[in-house]
């Protein structure tokens, strides 16, 4: 036999009452039961625990080293329960995100703090990849929920939720010869030097196939790995960029740099979240994925 924790609790309880009597009426349980847990712990452990006196039934010097040790054991299995119970509803556990640059600098960080505030003990994992790169991590269960502006790759084992959108702008240095310019399509600014993201972004594969589509090149003249980095970059006159108007705006209020409205429907941009169909969703994943698409 081995030691369980109802026969550790009811023995407790005998303690507790002084009577196998008592402890019966308060588990609500026959007297005969608690009495035959209890000789099947004697038997198991070779040893008598209990012991009859004129104050009712104590501990022998065994019950009460036993009785020592499973108070500790059952408040650790108590908080083992408490603890599954938290994963089970969905506020403890963690959740691995994978989103490209425009997810993680416009939308995700007020989303998180909202979601974060309500939930405390969830842990949050966030790293930031290229579409492609986040299709594939979700599809091989190594991230839970992606964010991704372009699908690309074999989404079979995806289920995918509509989002957020943003449009695109393009961004000037305020001396720039297209400074003065409202709107225009993107063909009209090929004839001039690019400040780009770095090599497989959502945005650069866009602007590749676009400038291919009307037969004209793309001009990158530097290649950076954040819109802070680009925004600097075209200040300084080194190109023009396009990038999304709510991360350019607070450029924008400081006079810095010029923002030409795109025609070109692409501009338009949706984005989309994913998560993997074919393993079991756990509840803080599942919280966070509502939370996502209902504020969006």
């Known amino acids: 036999m081995r030691l369980d924790p109802t026969s ?3 023995f407790i309880r005998v303690l507790e009452t002084g009577t196998i009597a008592g402890a019966a009426q308060q588990e609500h349980i026959a007297a005969s039961a608690i009495s035959k847990r209890i000789s099947e712990l004697e038997d198991c452990l070779n040893t008598r625990l209990l012991m009859r006196t004129n104050r009712g039934v104590e501990g022998t010097p065994a019950g009460q080293v036993l009785a020592q040790f499973s108070r500790g054991v059952l ?3 108590d908080d083992v329960y408490a603890r599954m119970h938290e994963y089970s509803h969905g506020v403890r556990g963690e959740v691995r995100i994978v989103a490209n640059i425009s997810a993680i600098t416009q939308f995700l960080p007020a989303q ?3 979601f974060l505030d309500q939930h405390p003990l969830i842990q949050i994992q966030l790293e ?3 579409s492609s790169a986040i299709i594939d991590t979700v599809a091989q269960n190594k991230a839970d929920i992606g964010i991704f502006t372009e699908v690309l790759g074999n989404t079979d084992n995806l289920d995918i939720h509509p989002y957020q959108s943003d449009q695109l702008v393009v961004i000037t240095a305020t001396q720039h010869p297209l400074a003065g310019t409202d709107t225009l399509h993107f063909a009209d600014t090929l004839d001039f ?3 780009g993201l770095h090599t497989g972004s959502a945005i650069n594969n866009k602007l590749l196939h676009a400038a291919a589509a009307v037969g004209k090149p793309f001009k990158m003249r530097i290649q950076v790995t954040s819109y802070e980095a680009l925004l600097r970059m075209v200040e300084q006159g080194l190109g023009i960029g396009i990038m999304p108007l709510d991360i350019a705006r ?4 400081t006079g810095r740099i010029h923002r030409i409205r795109l025609a070109d429907p692409w ?3 949706h984005l989309k979240l994913c998560t993997n169909n074919q393993h079991p969703m756990s509840q803080a994943t ?6 996502l698409i209902l504020s969006s």
Do not use: S
């Open 128 to 130: 930031e990849k290229i």
């Open 8 to 10: 550790l609790r009811l």
């Open 267 to 269: 501009a338009r941009r």
């Open 286 to 291: 599942r919280r966070l994925l509502d939370h």
């Open 112 to 114: 998180l703090k909202a």
């Open 193 to 195: 030097d690019y400040v």
């Open 250 to 253: 607070p450029y924008l209020k």
């Open 75 to 77: 408040h650790q299995l």
